[in-house]
């Protein structure tokens, strides 16, 4: 019975959360907010893509990369030089002295398309460059780290460190990449003008479309014996490989997974926004979006989206009202989190609200708490810390 | 959740005008207030924009939180002074500004969203903000998407002329050219080391500069160029470079805490700014900066810019005393506060002159608008939505303020896509 | 690059450049000693750990006025002081931040990346709100500010010295205090197996105490010393943490000597290059020289030979 509930795809319960998800996602939000409020969400759940990847790098693998934003901003930049260059037109850009080009480059005395540039004309391309290439750098960065087994802290502070060093590039190459400014004014997509509301209306159920995809994949891992076998990595690596398995190889896998859905999610984010900037390649924006994973919950992929969601609409709330203040409140979430309840939202969700609740419908002839919570608040614990 | 957001107004409540400032303020800012009554709401607000019978909204956006807040404090401020001082001559046309002020949080996309939300929730009639090149980048689009009005207060460095943006701090070439020419004929100056911040706005304004010392400047060059990331903090290499290159002038622009360390770090290494050579000017150190440095570290540097605190003309000593009644008498003042603070001027007169808060009939009014009431003196908006203005050199003094050593004879003509500069 | 200067001239830059890369390799030292001991000895990863620094900067900041206004006569000796009562400030809120949230989190290393950089967020604020949000301009006394011309061409600024006073002094300091003292022998005690150490009547739980204190401690030491060279402001901090944090992995976590042996070779790498590139390029190429390394050598360059 306990295994037959293992191998299923999705449990009776957590159907149901899906569920509960897709209609905040496809009819609240969209009924409840005006589209201004919408485009905000649109955006939040942009970073849910990384959340969600982070979880199972994280939560499930042990793996904490802090240069999650390098990938989220690699599928960024791919999806905005695309749009960049269908924006460049000769005619819109005949006040240059090289029309045709990006208004930055034109600004950086640079009179041809560099070469890398080009291909991006294609969409087809591009759309394929906003995974690939993220996959791509995640591979390289993985095979180095994990076939030497660097994990745990040298891991998420070497991931820092190449955040840091994409920012200080793009912000120095600025003739090709915008620099600081990143690539701004970006208009329409394969002549669809991407500014409108309605244009932006679309694009956030298409967000919301893939992200579920994405969940649906990483449900599948999860689900798999790949993703049992990432908890056993997580929590005993050295039983893992002696059982004869390849540690490295799964470590690269669930990496440029995570790193696919952050470029997937950059894609989105550049869409829906409508630029994009090294300010979400760096170092901050990376912690930050760790934080939303575990505010969520950091072993729950439907909590990383609802942690994502609260995290962002406190942050904008609180700025809104008190903009000198909010850092104190975020500062304090986070703290309180990792300190009282560690797996996040969904661990509160799992151990302290659904038991009570179902003792309260039962009436005091309450079922035992499931040993595991193995609902979709959460996989198994972590038997001991994910660092050695 | 959708209205989440009712205008906050810190500042207001809490901080009356001085009736004494005020009052002295007032009766140099003509003309006088004007009646709302004249003024009915629907002819004056056609497009639906937050204007009620007694009042007219605007945003402020600038960071508060974030790395940027250090620069930006000041342009708050004098954006709210310069409210305050409308609202007690009575308003613009007769009605009183209130403001909606967001954060922008030091985060680009921060401040699209905010001005997205400026526009589109609040229905602003105006706003005043932005600071960072990267920041109005990054809300242009949403400005010009929505038919917004932005005061911009920033040097900047050109290239730039939105219908929807007035550009009420410097371009490159006002800024630079008549520095340089400057230098080069009171002091003989020959070689010039370029140094910067690793972004648009040195990196175009040295440009510009390297363009005109090698292409209109006889005799001279350039004879280094360097930028180093934002809030890198070890100089020591490039001073031993300058060293050793000797140049006659250091041209530096670097920007926000790598100053700091610049800054202390060449006078450490016993590079004495006020002997005859190296000659250091800069344009990126306002008043404002120079508390953070210590104004011991930067004596004797120059600086090329349109305002100077020290500048001693009845407007300026007025706003600064006004400025200083508001927010403390340990204020300084710089020159990108100082353009901030004619933001709301600009707008004033603009509305006046079309006698609409229409985003578009402000657009039409505001070319060839004139401020004679302007710290720094006379300035008036060009075709272009730049300013005329003039341009001066200040000589840093222990004290942190700058004693002006030179200005331009005539106003100079704002040109954002300078001929011969590209 | 070299055409048309004397042999005199080369040898006077070369010189000035060498001591450049020293001040470099002491700021580095400074920076990286706190967390040296939090991270390599206690496993803790401190994010606030710049905002310790900048709390250094800021106590700094007020010894200087206190004695400006009370007693000027003394001025020029105010900075000893306030490098003590930073050394105090940032280690009292260093054992209490231990006490309060720390000491639960020994557990799960990761977690205390995150509750710290919380801290830190909320640290920013708070010096926002006290000191405003703009940078404050410590003034530093006189006779620190000058440089000492070695030769006719070669000087020498006496902050640089100073800093690399302090950097030794403080290194060996640290090293007295850990492997000649009790208290240094039960950090590693604990550092090797936290259990059997309490087996055998370490007081752990004060000595995580005092240790979180010590390199909280030396990082306010280390913000105290910064306001001669750096900016003073609630960001400022943040400008220190990759690097920090690079240099102390790139030695090799839990040796004090591997440390100073990557922030010594990080700072001359970065020194000459910055010498011969432009910033920026200097910057990324060191940069990406340690991750390189970190990449084939990931325990760092001194690693204690231990099994995780």
């Given at each position: 019975m306990q295994t037959d509930r293992k191998n299923r795809f999705l449990t009776r319960e957590e159907a149901v959360y899906f569920a509960i998800l897709a209609a905040v996602v496809f009819l609240i939000l969209p009924l409840a907010l005006d589209p201004f409020r919408l485009n905000l969400f649109g955006k939040y759940l942009t970073y849910a893509f990384v959340a969600i990847g982070l979880v199972l790098?994280?939560?499930?693998?042990?793996i904490l990369s802090l240069g999650q934003g390098v990938f989220f901003g690699l599928g960024g930049y791919c999806m905005a030089m695309f749009l960049k260059l269908e924006a460049s037109t000769p005619e819109n850009t005949a006040?240059?002295?090289?029309?045709?080009?990006p208004d930055f480059m034109d600004w950086n005395q640079i009179t041809a398309l560099p070469w890398w540039w080009?291909?991006?004309?294609s969409l087809f391309f591009s759309l394929l460059a906003v995974v690939v290439v993220p996959v791509v750098f995640a591979f390289i960065v993985g095979v180095a780290m994990f076939r030497r087994r660097v994990g745990g802290v040298y891991f998420a502070i070497i991931t820092q460190a190449i955040a840091a060093i994409l920012t200080i590039l793009i912000i120095g190459q600025q003739g090709f990449?915008?620099?600081?400014?990143?690539?701004?004014?970006l208009r329409t997509l394969n002549g669809w003008d991407i500014r409108t509301d309605e244009a932006k209306t679309a694009l956030y159920f298409v967000n919301g479309a893939l992200l579920f995809a994405c969940l649906f994949a990483a449900q599948y891992v999860r689900r798999s014996k790949l993703g049992r076998l990432l908890i056993a990595m997580r929590d005993q690596e050295d039983r893992v490989r002696f059982s004869g398995y390849d540690v490295a190889s799964f470590k690269i896998f669930v990496f440029c997974l995570g790193a696919a859905f952050a470029g997937i999610g950059g894609a989105m984010f550049t869409l829906q926004v409508g630029f994009m900037s090294p300010t979400l390649v760096g170092i901050v924006p990376s912690i930050e979006m760790v934080i939303f994973a575990a505010v969520g919950g950091r072993l729950s992929i439907l909590g990383a989206v609802y942690g994502t969601l609260l995290v962002n609409w406190a942050k904008t709330t609180f700025s809104e009202s008190f903009p000198e203040l909010w850092l104190l409140g975020l500062g304090a979430l986070f703290i309180a989190v990792v300190m009282?309840?560690?797996?996040?939202l969904a661990g509160l969700w799992s151990e302290q609200i659904m038991p009570r609740a179902r003792k309260l419908f039962a009436g005091g002839t309450a079922r035992p708490a499931p040993a595991s919570p193995d609902t979709a608040a959460g996989l198994t614990q972590p038997r001991k810390a994910a660092a050695e | 959740m959708t209205d989440s957001s009712k205008p906050t107004m810190p500042g207001v409540s809490r901080r009356a005008v001085l009736a004494g400032g005020a009052a002295l303020t007032a009766s140099l800012f003509a003309p006088k207030g004007l009646r709302a009554q004249d003024f009915p709401t629907a002819a004056v607000n056609?497009?639906?924009?937050?204007?009620t019978d007694d009042t007219v909204t605007i945003g402020i956006l600038h960071s508060?939180?974030?790395?940027m807040a250090i620069s930006e404090t000041g342009s708050v401020q004098a954006e709210k002074l310069a409210i305050e001082q409308i609202n007690a001559q009575g308003g613009i046309l007769g009605r009183k500004i209130e403001y909606i002020q967001e954060d922008g949080a030091s985060d680009w996309p921060t401040f699209a969203e905010k001005a997205k939300k400026l526009l589109?929730?609040?229905?602003?009639?105006s706003v005043m903000g932005c600071w960072t090149s990267a920041s109005r980048k990054a809300v242009l689009p949403v400005f010009e998407q929505y038919n917004g009005f932005l005061y911009y207060p920033t040097f900047y460095e050109g290239l730039e002329q939105s219908p929807?943006?007035?550009?009420?701090g410097q371009e490159a070439t006002q800024q630079i050219i008549a520095g340089l020419d400057w230098v080069n004929q009171t002091?003989?100056?020959?070689t010039f080391y370029l140094l910067g911040s690793d972004y648009i706005w040195p990196r175009t304004s040295n440009k510009i500069a390297r363009k005109h010392i090698e292409n209109?400047?006889?005799g001279c060059e350039v004879v280094g160029e360097e930028y180093y990331p934002?809030?890198?903090?070890?100089f020591n290499s490039v001073i031993n470079k300058i060293r050793l290159r000797k140049?006659?002038?250091?041209y530096a622009i670097v920007v926000g805490g790598s100053n700091v360390a610049f800054y202390k770090q060449l006078k450490a290494a016993g590079?004495?700014?006020?002997?005859?050579?190296?000659i250091l000017l800069t344009i990126s150190v306002t008043e404002d900066e120079i508390r953070g440095i210590g104004g011991e570290n930067i004596e004797g540097a120059y600086a090329c810019m349109k305002?100077?605190?020290?500048?001693?003309?009845d407007n300026n000593l007025e706003f600064v005393k006004a400025f200083k009644e508001m927010w403390g008498d340990d204020m300084v003042i710089g020159d990108v506060t100082q353009a901030a603070y004619l933001g709301p001027w600009l707008w004033k007169a603009a509305v006046e002159k079309a006698g609409s808060f229409d985003v578009d009939k402000v657009r039409e009014a505001s070319p060839g608008i004139e401020l004679t009431s302007a710290p720094e003196g006379y300035v008036k908006v060009h075709e272009n939505h730049h300013l005329w203005s003039k341009t001066r050199v200040g000589r840093a003094k222990a004290d942190g303020q700058y004693e002006v050593v030179y200005e331009t004879a005539d106003l100079v003509e704002p040109d954002p896509f300078p001929e011969g500069y590209q | 690059m070299f055409a048309g200067y004397s042999m005199g001239e080369l040898t006077a830059i070369f010189a000035m450049q060498g001591f450049a890369g020293l001040i470099l390799f002491s700021v580095f030292v400074l920076m990286a000693l706190g967390l040296a001991i939090i991270?390599?000895?206690?496993?803790?990863?401190?994010?606030a750990h710049g905002e310790f620094m900048i709390l250094g900067a800021y106590v700094t900041y007020l010894v200087s006025h206190v004695f400006a206004d009370i007693m000027p006569a003394l001025f020029s000796m105010y900075f000893f002081v306030a490098m003590a009562l930073a050394f105090v400030a940032a280690g009292a809120l260093g054992m209490f931040v231990e006490w309060a949230m720390i000491c639960h989190l020994y557990k799960r290393p990761l977690d205390t990346l995150l509750a710290t950089w919380g801290l830190s967020l909320i640290l920013q604020q708070l010096y926002r709100s006290i000191f405003g949000a703009r940078e404050v301009g410590v003034t530093i006394p006189d006779w620190m500010m000058g440089s000492l011309p070695l030769t006719d061409m070669i000087e020498v600024p006496i902050n640089g010295i100073f800093v690399m006073v302090l950097a030794v002094g403080i290194s060996i300091a640290i090293y007295v205090l850990m492997f000649r003292s009790g208290w240094g022998r039960q950090v590693r005690a604990i550092n090797q197996n936290r259990v059997m150490a309490d087996a055998v009547g370490i007081n752990t739980a004060w000595t995580d105490r005092m240790t979180f204190g010590i390199g909280c401690g030396v990082a306010g030491v280390a913000g105290s010393a910064f306001t001669m060279i750096g900016s003073t402001g609630p960001?400022?901090?943040?400008?220190y943490i990759v690097d920090t944090f690079l240099v102390v992995v790139f030695g090799g976590a839990g040796s004090l000597l591997g440390t100073i042996a990557s922030a010594f070779s990080i700072s001359q790498a970065q020194s000459i290059m910055e010498f011969f590139l432009s910033g920026s390029m200097a910057k990324v190429l060191t940069l990406l020289v340690v991750v390189g390394i970190l990449m084939l050598r990931?325990?760092?360059?001194f690693a204690l030979k231990l099994r995780k």
């Open positions: 790098c994280w939560g499930a693998g042990g006040i240059q002295s090289t029309p045709g080009i080009e291909p991006f004309h990449t915008g620099g600081v400014n990143g690539i701004t004014d009282t309840f560690p797996n996040g | 056609t497009t639906g924009l937050a204007v508060v939180t974030g790395t589109v929730n609040d229905k602003v009639a929807n943006v007035i550009y009420t002091k003989g100056a020959k209109f400047m006889e934002l809030g890198h903090t070890q140049p006659d002038v250091i590079i004495d700014m006020t002997e005859e050579k190296p305002y100077f605190q020290s500048l001693e003309n | 991270f390599g000895q206690m496993g803790v990863i401190n994010m960001t400022a901090g943040q400008q990931p325990q760092g360059l």
